[in-house]
């Protein structure tokens, strides 16, 4: 036979049984509170996300129709005899097309600028 626990010790065993039950359970719950606490994080990034991916479609939607449109205008003129054999006019269609190229290079580059000055939410 297993000789008997002294009632002190036994009350001991519950007593750190019982604190390490209840500390269990508190750290259950700082988890779970920290998963949501990330998970909200995680949904306040996908929405920024989102909302600059529209204004990235936007732009760039914006941007190469102003693009295709000036380039298709230049090409047409660069096509035609009576501009290639004439420095000026050359020289006033590369113009154009040089400040079509900067406008919508500047445009893009604002938006980077804009967007990026407000950073995603930290997480964690």
Do not use: W
């Amino acid at each position: 036979m297993s000789p008997a626990i002294p009632a002190e010790i036994g009350l001991s065993i519950v007593k750190d049984l019982i604190t390490a039950a209840a500390n269990y359970q508190m750290c259950k719950e700082q988890e779970r509170t920290k998963r949501l606490q990330i998970e909200a994080q995680l949904e306040a990034c996908l929405t920024a996300i989102n909302k600059n991916h529209a204004q990235y479609d936007k732009i760039f939607a914006a941007n190469h129709e102003y693009a295709m449109k000036a380039y298709a205008a230049a090409e047409n003129l660069l096509n035609s005899p009576a501009v290639t054999t004439n420095a000026n006019f050359l020289h006033q269609v590369l113009n154009f097309l040089q400040n079509a190229h900067k406008t919508a290079s500047g445009d893009l580059v604002s938006l980077a600028n804009a967007i990026s000055s407000v950073p995603l939410p930290k997480i964690g």
